[in-house]
């Protein structure tokens, strides 16, 4: 086979997956050489069983074996975070809670993994630290309070989500107290989940939108979701992916 020779590739499916990443292949192959033909048969949120034809591609040899392993890193890496959000999400099918991802994304690649847990059904939480703050424990005892922390957030940049991270419930009376209208509920047991639950839906209009967060599993995600909290996050979702399994393979005729 020649460097010049056109040639036809496909890439297919070897394992169940929810496809993302297309933007990024099609970029790859037009950044090497832009007359190369790439046609999807399965688009970004779509299903692949094993065995589906992804997509087909018509080109340069030397271009298709060029992008070849960055095209499938690509894809291999986004559609597995879409594939465990949607396994997430899922999971929690047909109550009130949503799932988010975290800041615990590839080097490189948080936009990209970020889109991804769109594509599987999931939210994003913040993208870094300048579209949303969250108050942690050091920023409380830097503070004084929980009470002071909040309104130097809130001083600092009143444009932006603040949220504010608990680990007790008095730590959440004080948050409600303090006007939170986020608060985030660290690795509280399901009771003390329901508890809050209850202590925030006291404070009517004013109450918050309550996140639990901290060692979330497929296994255990329906029961925290069954305490009545807006939204799970899991950072899971990011950094924690096996690749999902395609293959490009070579059709010369």
């Not at 594939?83 to 997430?88: G, R």
């Not at 305490?227 to 799970?232: E, K, L, N, P, S």
Request: glycine share 8%; charged share 25%.
């Amino acid at each position: 086979m020649a460097a010049d020779e056109i040639v036809g590739a496909t890439i297919i499916a070897r394992q169940t997956c929810v496809l993302a990443g297309q933007a990024w292949v099609d970029e790859v192959f037009s950044q090497l050489d832009d007359t190369i033909l790439v046609d999807w048969y399965v688009s970004d949120g779509q299903t692949a069983e094993s065995g589906d034809v992804v997509c087909k591609l018509v080109g340069n040899a030397k271009a298709l074996l060029t992008g070849e392993r960055t095209a499938l890193n690509f894809l291999q890496t986004l559609s597995a975070t879409a594939t465990a959000t949607a396994l997430y999400v899922g999971a929690i099918d047909g109550t009130k809670t949503r799932v988010l991802d975290t800041r615990k994304t590839l080097p490189g690649l948080r936009h990209a993994q970020k889109y991804a847990v769109r594509i599987g059904g999931g939210l994003n939480h913040r993208v870094g630290l300048f579209d949303a703050i969250l108050i942690k424990e050091n920023h409380i005892k830097s503070a004084g309070s929980i009470t002071e922390a909040l309104a130097a957030a809130r001083a600092e940049n009143d444009d932006v989500l603040v949220e504010v991270e608990v680990d007790s419930i008095d730590e959440l009376r004080e948050a409600l107290d303090a006007g939170a209208t986020r608060i985030m509920l660290d690795n509280f047991s399901n009771n003390d989940l329901r508890e809050a639950v209850d202590i925030n839906s006291s404070y009517g209009y004013v109450a918050a939108e309550l996140e639990a967060s901290g060692n979330v599993t497929l296994d255990n995600i329906r029961d925290i979701a069954a305490t009545g909290v807006d939204y799970i996050s899991v950072g899971a979702l990011t950094k924690n992916v096996a690749a999902v399994d395609l293959s490009m393979l070579f059709r010369i005729d």
